[in-house]
């Protein structure tokens, strides 16, 4: 439903943000609750493909991520919109280190699924605005945040006002919502750039997601719809500038000798665009009556493509945490239920972090015993099943939180 009144109104929970982890935090929380509590999402923009959460880049979503959503009564509705991946192929470009995953052998439908953000914010929006628990401020932004001992409230760009118990920041790296309360971030520039693309290959990926290590970066093909892969190659910032300048021609041919040709000759490449690689880290997930999730909370180098999965972790623990609160009479914005969200958060998204951050630093480092021992390893776990399990339980997402 539309929110249209002037005067001041209540909710139980304010989410700024309604791209990925806001939309589905709010619809998580309708569904546990059974839609016992008022929740309001804040988006400054309406999703399609200029939306800056749901432009032409796709995610992949963990086989964890899939049967999360799928709990939460979400999947149904995106799944038709996904590209299954079956198999996972990952290399160390110019070295004989590689190691594969199979869905088959773990004994699962897929590892993954690809969806292109588009899809899933047209989706999302429409759940958004046919709930009844849910009221959506769009186009609207948060420009204050004034927090009492028992509720906050809130102000909007158009002076609209708002009352809560909790208020989540889903706002993205850069949230405004956690520069308002005072919550800073950490930052590590990775010193590269992630260059985005959807391109067809000549040979079907059938299902085949590819990360291949380079000097300067990884490169991921992952599978999509039409015969289509999702492109994320890392490299330098200037070489960004320059393969973005190049003609369509050019930059297969470029792509085509960094990748190789385990899926043929690349035939064309659709529009590019390029991002700075950046770990960005909330130094809090938590103060008064507030919490942070997503990509507000941390921003990760795709490498892995854990970036996502991790946000959703953080959105299906505290919607779950809220719905334990209301189900058992406890305030939802106090700090005993926050307190138990960080808990259950910090193990997880520490070690996700080091894990990602290690891998580039690891991968990307020329030196040669590094490269040997990387190497080495990469061929220890295709033929090692107790070396490869811990790399392939966080790729599949099935991590305790």
């Known amino acids: 439903m539309d929110a249209n009144a002037p005067s001041m109104q209540e909710f139980d929970v304010v989410i700024a943000g309604g791209a990925m982890a806001g939309a589905t935090l709010a619809l998580a ?11 309001a999402v804040v988006e400054a923009a309406i999703p399609d493909h200029s939306h800056p959460g749901y432009d032409a880049r796709s995610i992949a979503l963990s086989y964890g991520s899939c049967q999360l959503l799928a709990s939460l009564g979400l999947w149904k509705k995106l799944s038709p919109l996904a590209t299954t991946i079956d198999h996972i192929h990952v290399s160390d470009r110019g070295h004989f280190g590689l190691t594969e995953m199979h869905a088959k052998e773990e004994g699962v439908e897929s590892l993954g699924s690809v969806i292109e953000l588009a899809d899933a914010g047209r989706v999302f929006h ?32 158009d002076n609209t006002k708002i009352k809560t118990k909790l208020v989540v920041a889903a706002d993205g790296a850069t949230s405004s919502c956690c520069q308002m309360i005072g919550i800073e971030r950490h930052e590590h ?34 599978p999509m719809s039409e015969g289509r892969c999702s492109l994320v190659w890392c ?21 085509q000798r960094a990748f190789g ?16 690689l950046i770990l960005r880290q909330a130094t809090q997930l938590i103060s008064h009556r507030f ?21 959703l972790r953080d959105v299906a623990t505290l919607a779950e945490e ?80």
């Open 29 to 39: 929380i309708e569904t546990l609750t059974q839609g016992g509590l008022s929740i």
């Open 126 to 157: 429409s759940a958004l605005t046919e709930s009844q628990a849910i009221t959506m401020f769009c186009p609207a932004f948060v420009t204050d945040i004034h927090r009492q001992r028992d509720d906050v409230t809130l102000t909007l760009n």
């Open 189 to 222: 520039d990775f010193r590269q750039a992630a260059l985005i693309a959807n391109v067809t290959p000549s040979i079907p990926h059938q299902g085949k997601a590819f990360e291949r290590f380079t000097e300067t970066g990884p490169i991921a093909l992952l």
């Open 235 to 255: 490299v330098k910032p200037d070489d960004a500038a320059a393969l973005l300048a190049l003609s369509d021609s050019a930059f297969i041919d470029a792509l």
């Open 261 to 276: 040709w385990r899926l043929g000759k690349l035939l064309h490449a659709g529009e590019r665009s390029s991002y700075p």
């Open 291 to 311: 919490a942070v999730v997503g990509n507000a909370a941390q921003t990760l180098h795709p490498i892995a493509g854990q970036g996502f999965n991790l946000g």
């Open 322 to 401: 809220i719905a334990i609160a209301h189900q058992s009479g406890i305030d939802i914005g106090g700090m005993p239920l926050l307190q138990q969200y960080l808990e259950r958060r910090e193990p997880d998204r520490d070690a996700t972090v080091a894990m990602t951050s290690g891998l580039v630093h690891g991968f990307s480092n020329t030196s040669a015993p590094l490269i040997l021992g990387r190497n080495l390893g990469l061929a220890a776990m295709s033929v090692c099943r107790e070396l490869k399990a811990p790399l392939l339980q966080r790729a599949m997402g099935l991590v305790e939180r």
